[in-house]
């Protein structure tokens, strides 16, 4: 990428010298244009001092990256710093159910029901009516629609989730749609308007919200859909503090493709390092917000498998080089893992000290064995919230380090990717 050279003196005579290093430096960024050299040059007094003097230019943009700014999160940021510490919680972690409709759909046709509102509320009450989830699980993700409705006996979801020491959280983006200029891939919808939005879940008891945009190995990825997916992530995380709303970050890198696990960290540490920077210029407060990677794993159709030590290895490799300690929480998503394997990596993570709470925030690796042991029949309800517990517990364990992966199911071994999955 172009990368314009400016000549300056020592900083000990130069006062400008880093709002220029700032100007050189985020010319490599698409949102901050420099002020082009010709512009600069003919504001100076002589063209003898053109190559040595400071450039006192009054320019607005460039001064801004001066400007001290407060972090985000105002009013809200020891509210946010105490959620993100909740939500992090020593061996608890996230059960995620914020499923759009549609693909709430897809969960329920897997079992043979039919999409409707009355259906997707019966399946949210059997997991969030789960007797003792609240020792393995400090937050719920849950769709709008879900943040909206009561159990059959009329006591909301919100509350049904206090009453369990969960806090409830909220998927705020408006999903993926196709990157004009990139190589297929996509780009996550979702910020007009949310700020409102925000207000409004917040004000219905929500503490914590997700945003999640996807990256494409077999794609590229190209240098737009990774900035874009990282500035996508910040602004949204900006706005969900300045609301009161822990931001969950999630760049999801998909498991697609036949790379091997060396692939996947250079491309991890390539959309977080972004993500981080972005993160930064919007002013977020680290200590308030969680992220929700993938763990580094080879592509779904990489001819061999890791070992949970080895997606633990290069996992933790890529978190230490690329997301500072003040970040309170890594909870992962599962991405097409069985649950087994989900919970065996998690582990595997979690066997010496981390400067972050390391857990999990999984969705199908959660509920695969509480679908097919439902099966929409009332008289399995009960088995279904045992089944849940299992794997609540399961991760729980793996989340303190102590998982064992004893006397699992069949059922818990089965691998859930698919590929080109969309959610
Ligand atoms: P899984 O990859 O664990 O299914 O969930 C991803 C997600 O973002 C759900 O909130």
């Not at 063209?47 to 230019?57: D, E, G, I, Q, W």
């Not at 020491?165 to 910020?191: A, F, T």
């Not at 970040?327 to 582990?347: K, Y």
């Not at 992966?405 to 999955?421: C, I, N, P, V």
Request: glycine share 8%; proline share 6%.
């Amino acid at each position: 990428m172009h990368k314009t050279a400016v000549v300056l003196p020592p900083p000990a005579t130069n006062p400008l010298r880093p709002s220029l290093f700032l100007a050189v430096a985020s010319e490599h960024r698409a949102h901050r244009p420099i002020e082009p050299m010709a512009m600069v040059t003919a504001k100076l007094s002589s063209p003898a001092t053109a190559r040595l003097a400071p450039v006192r230019s009054a320019q607005p943009a460039r001064r801004a990256s001066l400007v001290r700014v407060r972090a985000s999160g105002g009013s809200y940021a020891d509210e946010l710093v105490s959620t993100a510490k909740t939500v992090a919680s020593p061996g608890r972690g996230i059960l995620a159910i914020d499923e759009s409709s549609a693909t709430c759909g897809k969960r329920l046709a897997s079992i043979g029901l039919d999409n409707t509102e009355v259906n997707r509320q019966a399946y949210r009450q059997l997991l969030l009516t789960t007797a003792g989830l609240g020792e393995y699980i400090s937050g719920a993700i849950l769709f709008e629609e879900t943040l909206y409705q009561s159990t059959t006996d009329g006591k909301t979801f919100v509350d049904v989730l206090k009453d369990q020491n969960i806090m409830p959280g909220i998927k705020v983006d408006k999903g993926l749609v196709p990157l004009p200029g990139s190589n297929n891939e996509s780009w996550c919808q979702g910020l007009d308007g949310l700020a409102s939005r925000c207000a409004e879940y917040y004000k219905q008891g929500a503490r914590f919200a997700k945003w999640r945009t996807v990256v494409s190995i077999p794609c590229g990825p190209t240098a737009l859909a990774v900035k874009e997916a990282a500035w996508g992530l910040a602004r949204y995380a900006a706005i969900a503090q300045d609301n009161g709303l822990v931001p969950i970050v999630e760049p999801e890198i998909l498991l697609d493709g036949d790379h091997g696990i060396e692939r996947t960290l250079e491309v991890a540490e390539k959309v977080w390092s972004e993500v981080f920077f972005y993160l930064a210029e919007n002013n977020v407060l680290f200590e308030g917000i969680l992220l929700k990677p993938s763990m580094v794993t080879p592509g779904a159709e990489h001819k061999e498998k890791a070992s949970p030590e080895a997606i633990a290895k290069n996992t933790l490799t890529m978190l230490r080089r690329r997301v500072p300690p003040a970040v309170p929480g890594i909870m992962f998503l599962s991405g097409g893992q069985s649950e087994l394997e989900a919970t065996m990596n998690l582990n595997a993570m979690n066997q010496s000290a981390n400067p972050w709470h390391v857990s999990f925030s999984y969705a199908r690796a959660l509920q695969n064995s509480v679908l097919k042991t439902w099966e929409g029949q009332p008289e399995n309800i009960e088995a279904a919230q045992k089944a849940l517990l299992v794997r609540a517990k399961a991760n729980s364990l793996a989340q303190l380090g102590s998982y064992t992966g004893e006397g699992e199911s069949d059922e818990a071994k089965k691998g859930m990717f698919q590929k080109g999955y969309t959610y």
